[in-house]
Every structure is written in C-alpha cells, then in structure tokens.
Antibody
Framework: EVQLVESGGGLVKPGGSLRLSCAVS????????MTWVRQAPGKGPEWVGR??????????DYAAPVKGRFTISRDDSKNTLHLQMNSLQTEDTALYYC??????????WGQGTLVTVSS | DIQMTQSPSSLSASVGDRVTITCGAS??????LHWYQQKPGKAPKLLIY???TLESGVSSRFSGSGSGTDFTLTISGLQPDDFAIYYC?????????FGGGTKVETK
C-alpha cells in the first residue's frame, strides 16, 4: 500500500519559517516525481512546485507566488520529500499536501499538514 | 500560465441523473488534463487522467472526453457517494494549474 505522510505544519508568525516533510512508502521513491499542492481554507487546490527524479535531472519547478521563498528537496535514501518555507505570509496559510503518481495525474496523496501564518 | 475554467461552478442534481462538467484551457494542453473528486476533509482523488483514461479502481460511471482546450467529465447515473467537488487540472506545462471547481449538490 502506498502511503504519504506529511509532517511539520503549525502556527508561525508572518516572516517566519517552517520545514515540511513527507515520508513515502509502498513505492519506489527515487522513481517518481514529487509535488507539493496546497489548499487554502475554502479554496481549490493550488500547485506549489515539484521535483523530478534524479535520472530526469532532479529539476525543480515552483509556482510564482512561492518562488524565491520556498525550496523543495528530496532525500532518496530516506524516501522523504521536504518543503522549506521562508518569509511566510498570511496568504501561505493552507493545508499542504505532498502528492505523486506513476503516470500522469496525481494518484497518491498524503493527509495534508496545516500551515497557519498569523500574528 | 495556462488558465483552467470550469463550468458550472455548482449544480444541483438527483441520484440517477447524468451530470456533465466542462473544463476549458486558455491554450492547448493536448491531452494532459486530469479530473479529481474531493470530499470535505479529504485529499483530492484522481478519477480520470490524460483526459479519457479511468484511474484504477474508479467506477466506470465516470468518463472523460476532449483534447486541446475543451474537456468534459460525465457522471452517468449519479450515486449518493458522488456529491462532492470536482476539479480539472492540466499538466502540460508548469505551473500546473487547477480549475476553480464544480460543486455537485443534491437537488
């Protein structure tokens, strides 16, 4: 069974930092591209960014609202995905999901970790 | 960025109805279009990928069609478990983008 488990969310003040993690099991982690998607309360999903697998160059792409503030990384030895979030803004308040799939589309999702940015 | 526009934003339907949701892309996404279902408190669930391919384990009452800029999700014979929000998403180019969602409510 494929499992994705996010952790690291919490309450942080504007301008603060937070590091999210996503532990993956049940599939060959190094073989998949990994993605972060967030969903603000009452809103639709928003793509945050993705990291390709190493054999595809490990390229990382970000959405404009987070570029330069967020950093995606992966540790293939630990089957773990990370999202380092700096200079957090109130607009970053959301449920953050990690997600992936074996073909196009995101078949596997975690349960999400809530990030609240508030003073 | 490619903008994804869904219509309607909400609809009311009864069990057994045939429901159609459309998704338009601001430029061609070829067939890199996927459909998700989301229920309250849950992560989105992939229903259809590559515009027409049913995800494993998903009921065959869901079907997708279209290519380029115009896509459709059809639910044939709405079931009680199908009342949810549906999103389309393109993966043709970054940033990957989602539609605004269609809420299917009970009439």
């Amino acid at each position: 069974e494929v499992q994705l488990v996010e952790s690291g969310g919490g309450l942080v003040k504007p301008g603060g930092s937070l590091r999210l993690s996503c532990a993956v099991s049940g599939l060959s982690f190094r073989s998949v591209w990994m993605t972060w998607v967030r969903q603000a309360p009452g809103k639709g999903p928003e793509w945050v960014g993705r990291i390709k697998r190493e054999i595809d160059g490990g390229t990382i792409d970000y959405a404009a609202p987070v570029k330069g503030r967020f950093t995606i990384s992966r540790d293939d030895s630990k089957n773990t995905l990370h999202l380092q979030m700096n200079s957090l803004q109130t607009e970053d308040t959301a449920l953050y999901y990690c997600t992936t799939g074996l073909q196009n589309g995101y078949s596997y999702w975690g349960q999400g970790t809530l990030v609240t940015v508030s003073s | 960025d490619i903008q994804m526009t869904q219509s309607p934003s909400s609809l009311s339907a009864s069990v057994g109805d045939r429901v159609t949701i459309t998704c338009g892309a601001s430029q061609s996404v070829r067939s890199f279009l996927h459909w998700y279902q989301q229920k309250p408190g849950k992560a989105p669930k992939l229903l259809i990928y590559d515009a027409v391919t049913l995800e494993s384990g998903v009921s065959s009452r869901f079907s997708g069609s279209g290519s380029g800029t115009d896509f459709t999700l059809t639910i044939s014979g709405l079931q009680p478990d199908d009342f949810a929000i549906y999103y389309c998403q393109q993966s043709y180019s970054t940033p990957l983008t989602f539609g605004g969602g269609t809420k299917v409510e009970t009439k």
